[in-house]
């Protein structure tokens, strides 16, 4: 079985990389031809645990191609996977532009039979869109080449994209006919093996489907942030409450964990995405425009703190910031609360030192010199006014306290998810604040 993809993104790139390890013969194309290039040589353009190896060891066997000429890779393709991006536009819809584009060199390419599955997180309608987009191509150039449509929301987590992908807690396929629903289920018969759900669906709701999840995850942030800024202010600790509720396994307790806001490439432009949707069909979401505001709140509430601790006035005080990712074991800066709170005490005079085990290279192409990317840990916070961890990475985990005092020029941690012991931390003589912690 041989399949496209295209776009060698998070997405794209995990995607094509775990079906070769299956045995299919994937070829992806994008238009990035640095990317290309580097994709070649086995160098994965971006960090996320497990994909070297996986990546390198696809092309040695033979199975695994990279180009930018999609006419190359749909050759023999029996599925084509659009797996583009799809960023937010001014007005929070989603920008079709790349998919769009794709659809359109579709449509000038093929030569026979092919099913078009869209990866990319996509609006409901978009599919008939590029079906049309397609069937216009075609017509122009007068060929008679039958195709059908597919959704394939992906489910992966940035950070375990890989284990996520082999491993799926659900796979979503929409079609409307079975020739394709039979290529799909070949595609992930292999996944499947171990009793990881399959569902299929109507195209529509597949599409619907990918926001409802990222829209309720984003919902369950949003709520216990809520309930963490109570906690603040009635002197309450979120982590009790966090327990005491996520017991009830009707409420469960993942994904229940206050912190310095959502952010990523998924969540804020997904939830905007959907609010847009809606109201273009004339219909208000109550429930996630809330949650959209919330989490715009939420972004300065650790900014909030530090600004209050030091009387209004961070002017030259020198701040150690651990983590620039959104989120763990991932290079991934795009919309992360750290990038942000660093833009906002920089705005204040601050002077900040930084660290992140992965995401230095691509949040330096963002701050530039306005920042001063450390070696280590250790290192970022030498002579720091404070210490403000904001993104989890395991090595933030467990501090050498005695370390932090003899390095920092005044004692004050801002722990931004929770994961140190208040106690811990004033016993060692700092000042600590969390998130709702008392
Ligand atoms: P990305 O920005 O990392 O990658 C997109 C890739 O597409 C880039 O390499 C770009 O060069 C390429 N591209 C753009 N236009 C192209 C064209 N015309 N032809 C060929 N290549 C083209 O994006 P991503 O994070 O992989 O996300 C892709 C989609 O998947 C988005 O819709 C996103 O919402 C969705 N998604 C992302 C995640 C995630 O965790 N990143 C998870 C689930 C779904």
Not at 229 to 248: F, M, P, T, W, Y
Request: glycine share 8%; proline share 4%; aromatic share 8%.
């Amino acid at each position: 079985m041989k399949i496209a993809i295209v776009g060698t993104g998070y997405v794209g790139l995990v995607t094509g990389t775990c079906f070769a390890e299956t045995g299919v013969i994937v070829s992806c194309v994008d238009i990035d031809k640095k990317k290309i290039s580097s994709l070649r040589k086995g160098i994965a353009i971006l960090y996320e645990p497990g994909l070297d190896v996986m990546l390198k060891r696809n092309i040695e066997k033979g199975r695994l191609f990279f180009t930018t000429d999609i006419q190359e890779s749909i050759s023999g393709a029996e599925a084509i996977f659009i797996a583009v991006g799809t960023p937010p536009n001014e007005d929070g819809s989603a920008d079709l532009s790349h998919v769009l584009s794709v659809a359109s060199e579709i449509g000038k390419t093929i030569n026979s039979y092919i099913l078009v599955v869209i990866k990319s997180t996509v609006p409901v309608g978009t599919s008939e869109k590029v079906r049309k987009i397609i069937k216009t191509e075609l017509i122009k150039r007068g060929a008679d080449v039958q195709f059908d449509m597919a959704s394939n929301p992906e489910f992966l987590k940035e950070g375990s994209a890989v284990e996520d992908f082999l491993k799926p807690e659900r796979i979503v396929i929409g079609t409307d006919n079975e020739r394709a629903a039979e290529i799909m289920s070949r595609l992930y018969k292999p996944f499947i093996l171990n009793n990881h759900p399959i569902y299929y669906m109507d195209i529509i709701s597949a599409e619907l489907t990918k926001y409802a999840a990222n829209a309720m995850l984003a919902t369950r942030i949003s709520f216990i942030n809520e309930i963490a800024n109570l906690c603040d202010l009635l002197g309450a600790d979120v982590n009790q409450v966090r327990k005491g509720i996520g017991s009830d396994s009707r409420i469960g307790n993942k994904f229940l964990y206050p912190g310095p806001g959502y952010g990523g490439s998924c969540f804020p432009k997904d939830v905007k995405a959907l609010i847009r949707t809606a109201t273009e069909k004339g219909y208000e979401m109550k429930v996630i425009s809330a949650v959209e505001k919330a989490n715009e709140y939420q972004k300065n509430v650790l900014f909030n703190k530090i600004k209050n601790h030091f009387n209004n006035d961070l002017n030259n005080k020198k701040i150690g910031v651990w983590g620039l990712s959104f989120k763990p074991h991932t290079d991934d800066i795009r919309e992360s609360s750290s990038i942000y709170l660093i833009k906002k005490l920089l705005s204040e005079g601050a002077i900040v030192s930084a660290y992140d085990p992965a995401a230095m290279k691509e949040a330096e192409k963002i701050l530039g010199n306005k920042v001063t990317f450390a070696s280590g840990p250790y290192e970022a916070i030498k002579g720091a006014d404070a210490l403000v961890m904001v993104t989890e990475w395991p090595e933030f985990r467990l501090p050498d306290l005695e370390k932090l005092s003899e390095l920092m020029r005044q004692k004050v941690v801002f722990d931004g998810r929770n994961i140190y012991d208040p106690a811990e931390i004033k016993k060692a003589g700092f000042t600590y604040y969390g998130i709702g912690r008392r």
